[in-house]
């Protein structure tokens, strides 16, 4: 199904079926990005993701993971390997081409720094826990909008326990930030949502129909 | 136990319009999309349907739940919203849940039988046919 998409976006999907192909045909030609599935042969993709990271030649080249598995715990674990998305199957396929999309026009590595710094400074010094007031603005399949007092880095990614997700019967998902302004003393801090089903991409999608039009994203 | 047979009472079997979309894909690309992954899923589900029904056979527990992590993923794609929902939950039930015995049995009984269902609902999209 990704494979499909992709071809309808211009692009050349190469299949590979295991880790050494992969990492055979990542050495022999010039790839924009890997999408992983999270269950192979021999190796898991989490396997083949700190695989990839390790190596210098390969470690810049954005990996997005994609699989049924749509646990929390797995997509921290993949996010904290360092994979610029988390796409949970069945795939939509406009939301996988727009996620696809905005992947290969960011500037990832500049990303990935600043994240860890952030994360890497709090843990060297001693445990601080920071109550951030944060309001969403507007939400919508991809990405939503903060309120926020609290600056966050581009690229920080976070889980949000905001009672709307309670409202909405989804679990708390994974926020990356992509963009923050200081507006008027706060930040607006857009945020794309990782690691979601299509189920509950349908609640969001049912959330947005209720909601005024001045408000959906 | 009727546990997962009231949980599922309000899902649809079958939305025909995820077909829609695939289709809308194979004529941007000008391939026969929706052919494509039919027949796939024709293919993988006699399989695994048969695979499933011997490793519950022997209690192999696991080789059940990578079986319905494999299949669950194209049945969502083409709609099947029930079949994918008790895949899933069988899957989650015995790698995280505690495999409840009464509660496997009754899910692939579910699976046994909504997959006859969505495999008659498939046919007629299924060229030639």
Redesign the interface.
Known sequence: ?AK??I??MGYNPVLLENAKKLIATLQSMPVATIVLDY?MPELSGLDVLKKIKKMPSLSLIPIVMLT??S?PAHVKDTILQGAVDYIV?????AIFESKINKILKNDISANKQAWIEYELSRNKNHQVRIYNYCEIVSIGEVSLTLNTNQDYPVGYTFFSDSPLFQELEIKNPALKVESSILKDGYFLVQCSLLGLS??ELKKIRLYQKLLSPSRAA | MNYYVKLYSEIESFEPS?LD??AK??R??K?D?VSD?LSLHFTVAATTMAHMERFYKDNNLKEIA?LA??F???C??LGLNKL??AL?DLENLIR?EGADSEKVSELINIIRDENEVCLNYLIPYQKGA
Do not use: T, W
Request: hydrophobic share 25%.
């Open positions: 199904m499909y998409v071809q309808r269950e049924g598995n646990s199957k069945p795939i939509d396929p299509e189920a | 995820q979309g695939l894909l194979g941007d690309i391939e999309v992954l990578f992590h494999q669950k993923s194209n969502g794609q994918h929902r899933n995280y």
